[in-house]
């Protein structure tokens, strides 16, 4: 029998910029809850300086997951995007969902400049290539809510035995408007299925 048992703790988050939807969460939520060695927990959560990664660490502090990865949707991006590096940096162009636009301010204060994932990035943009879908790595999770959450999980779980990853994802064909690139939900279900595969 394979390694069934490890943990795997994933997020999307709620819609923001007054849109109805989020694709992370929409595809997050149709993932299935095994796969390969993962068990998978679902979360949803808020798309707010630190209230997102908050709700993060209250579930893994009850899960203690082997890996922590969250997704979110990037509104300009064509492919599925493994992030590489997070930054200590909060500059908001918009309002999060509770008004707040913070302006180069830290994500923590007594944190390093930058942080690597450190889930294997390159064979999860890989796997999803294969499955022909459009992935590459992205050297920038900009310093919105995304990058809050992915930096303050780096943060906490340096040097433990919990990896934390971050994916950005295309707006899902639901979400389609003039001008904007966007993946079938079902294309961007298939490419986290894969990238979860790929995680080791
Ligand atoms: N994308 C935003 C925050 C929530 C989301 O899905 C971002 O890229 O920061």
Known sequence: MGDTGKKLLITGFEPFGGEPLNSSWEAVQK?????????LTKLRIPTVFGRGSEAVLRAADELSPDVILCVGQAGNRAA?????????LRESRIADNDGNRPGNVP?????PAAY???VPVREMAAAV?????ESALSFSAGAYVCNDVFYTLLHRFHGTGTRVGFI??????????????????EDIVKALTEAVGALG
């Open 107 to 111: 994500v923590c204060g007594e944190g």
């Open 80 to 88: 599925v995007t493994p992030e590489v590096i997070g930054i200590n």
């Open 116 to 118: 690597f994932a450190t």
């Open 168 to 185: 950005h994802v295309p707006p899902a064909a639901e979400q389609a408007k003039e001008g904007r690139v966007c993946l079938p939900l």
């Open 129 to 133: 290539r294969k499955a022909g879908i």
């Open 31 to 39: 993932l299935p809850e095994q796969i390969r060695s993962y068990r």
